[in-house]
């Protein structure tokens, strides 16, 4: 089914079959992915980047929030705003992080 779903070349039965796979943690069954270690490396790299960006997103975000002025003299929706887009930013940071520890390890 798993072959035909996911057109795949072929289903393996075990992760011993395949060394260099892929433990997929959120497909809600034990089941690995038979990646090219480039295009991994690639994709690890591609996460790394990512993780920098929001990194210095929420920096920025916080250099807002931590300026006494922005925070007096901005309409409190403003900063309401700018808090939330710290929140999410965090959020996102956070799910950037989990997926990169997946897939670097």
Known sequence: MLNKLGRFGGVIGSPADIPEAVHLT??????????????????????????????KVIAQLEGRLANKSYVDNAPEKVVG?????????????ESISAEHERFAS
């Not at 705003?81 to 940071?93: D, P, V, Y």
């Open 26 to 55: 959120q497909a809600g069954v034990l089941c690995w992915l038979d990646i090219d270690a480039d295009k991994l490396k690639d994709y690890v790299t591609e996460l790394e980047a990512k993780k920098t960006a929001q990194e």
């Open 81 to 93: 705003e700018t808090r939330q887009q710290l929140e999410a930013a965090k959020a996102l940071l």
